[in-house]
């Protein structure tokens, strides 16, 4: 008989961060993560989420640090640029390994 | 799925196809090519500067028209530092060494006498088909630096128009500028129209926000 594993045998899911887990900021993350920066139309384009949830998990994102939000205006109409900052490009980097290491 | 999402590669691929789906590119190289097949027509006494100037005002033209066109309905995207470093660099290397060959291989070529070298008198003799394979290889070269794949085919056209007007032109070939003109504005002519469908397919997909 199998022997059932006890949890410290389990692999490391609770180092996954969960606020990136999530898969419509985890998008956010990913399409941010290739590029220097974009605006909101441009991810909204990308990703097929909707101004509401975009900006909803962009609020969450902005929160916690991984993004940088900047708001100005482009020929007299609002425009949203976001970019990864330092700690969201390192929470993704640890991000992927921590998910490549859960299914080595 | 969770691992098509995080695939950066083809992430960065789709923002690369996205951002040259607006048919610009082809616009400008085809309408570049076409200029350039017109120049060759005239006796202007300033053609080789007006060829020279036009590359970099072009490329700055494109620039805006991207801001008036692209943006307003894709969204804004900026590529990484390096990434717009390595394609301003390898740009430079491609365009560099292609004008290079192309002005040695048509100088070379230009009224060699039988004594010449016979690299010369091959050049000599398949001039036409020479520049053509120079123009497929620029744009090969574009289309794997820019990530943009409609360049590959334009560039099998290429070698395709320019291997029928050597063989229009049949033998003994002379080689003037003014043979590179017509293959130059039939290939100018394609990108231009197969850019202005690709735009009219991207006006229609992103409509501009009211």
């Given at each position: 008989m199998t022997p059932t594993?006890?949890?410290?045998?389990?692999p490391?899911v609770?180092?996954?961060?969960?606020?990136i887990?999530?898969?419509a900021r985890l998008?956010?993350?990913?399409?941010?993560y290739?590029?220097?920066?974009a605006d909101?139309?441009?991810?909204?384009n990308q990703?097929?989420?909707t101004f509401g949830?975009?900006?909803?998990h962009?609020?969450r994102l902005e929160?916690a640090g991984y993004?940088?939000?900047?708001?100005s205006?482009v020929?007299?109409?609002p425009?949203?640029?976001l970019?990864l900052?330092?700690?969201?490009?390192?929470?993704?980097?640890?991000?992927?390994a921590s998910?490549?290491s859960l299914?080595? | 799925?969770l691992?098509d999402?995080?695939?950066?590669?083809e992430?960065?691929r789709r923002?690369?196809?996205?951002y040259?789906?607006?048919?610009?590119?082809?616009i400008?190289?085809?309408?570049?090519?076409?200029?350039f097949?017109?120049l060759?027509?005239t006796?202007?006494e300033?053609?080789?500067?007006?060829?020279?100037?036009?590359a970099?005002l072009?490329?700055?033209?494109?620039h805006?028209?991207?801001?008036?066109v692209?943006?307003?309905?894709l969204?804004?995207?900026?590529?990484?530092k390096e990434?717009?470093?390595r394609?301003?660099?390898?740009?430079i290397?491609?365009?560099?060494?292609?004008?290079?060959?192309t002005l040695?291989?048509?100088f070379?070529?230009?009224?060699?006498p039988?004594?010449a070298?016979?690299g010369?008198?091959?050049?000599n003799?398949?001039?036409?088909?020479?520049q053509?394979?120079?123009l497929a290889?620029i744009?090969?070269?574009?289309?794997r630096?820019?990530?943009?794949?409609?360049l590959y085919?334009?560039?099998?056209?290429?070698?395709?128009v320019f291997?029928?007007g050597y063989?229009?032109?049949g033998?003994?070939?002379?080689v003037?500028?003014?043979?590179?003109?017509?293959?130059?504005?039939i290939i100018?002519?394609i990108?231009?129209?197969?850019?202005?469908l690709?735009?009219r397919?991207?006006?229609g997909?992103?409509?501009?926000?009211a």
């Amino acid at each position: 008989m199998t022997p059932t594993p006890s949890n410290h045998d389990l692999p490391p899911v609770k180092e996954i961060d969960r606020l990136i887990h999530e898969p419509a900021r985890l998008l956010i993350m990913a399409h941010l993560y290739v590029v220097e920066g974009a605006d909101f139309l441009y991810l909204m384009n990308q990703t097929g989420l909707t101004f509401g949830n975009l900006s909803s998990h962009m609020t969450r994102l902005e929160e916690a640090g991984y993004i940088e939000v900047e708001k100005s205006f482009v020929d007299k109409r609002p425009n949203t640029r976001l970019s990864l900052t330092d700690a969201g490009r390192k929470a993704f980097d640890e991000y992927r390994a921590s998910m490549k290491s859960l299914f080595a | 799925m969770l691992t098509d999402d995080v695939d950066l590669k083809e992430i960065e691929r789709r923002a690369l196809t996205a951002y040259h789906e607006d048919g610009l590119l082809d616009i400008f190289i085809g309408g570049y090519l076409l200029f350039f097949g017109f120049l060759t027509f005239t006796e202007f006494e300033y053609r080789p500067i007006l060829i020279s100037i036009m590359a970099p005002l072009g490329t700055m033209f494109y620039h805006e028209v991207k801001k008036l066109v692209t943006y307003p309905r894709l969204g804004f995207m900026k590529f990484t530092k390096e990434r717009r470093a390595r394609v301003a660099r390898d740009t430079i290397i491609v365009l560099f060494v292609a004008g290079f060959v192309t002005l040695t291989g048509l100088f070379t070529g230009m009224g060699a006498p039988e004594s010449a070298p016979w690299g010369v008198l091959l050049l000599n003799r398949y001039n036409l088909l020479f520049q053509g394979g120079v123009l497929a290889l620029i744009l090969l070269a574009l289309g794997r630096v820019m990530s943009v794949n409609r360049l590959y085919w334009y560039s099998v056209i290429s070698l395709l128009v320019f291997s029928a007007g050597y063989l229009y032109l049949g033998s003994p070939y002379v080689v003037s500028l003014r043979n590179l003109g017509p293959p130059c504005a039939i290939i100018g002519v394609i990108m231009v129209g197969i850019g202005a469908l690709h735009y009219r397919r991207f006006i229609g997909k992103y409509p501009k926000e009211a």
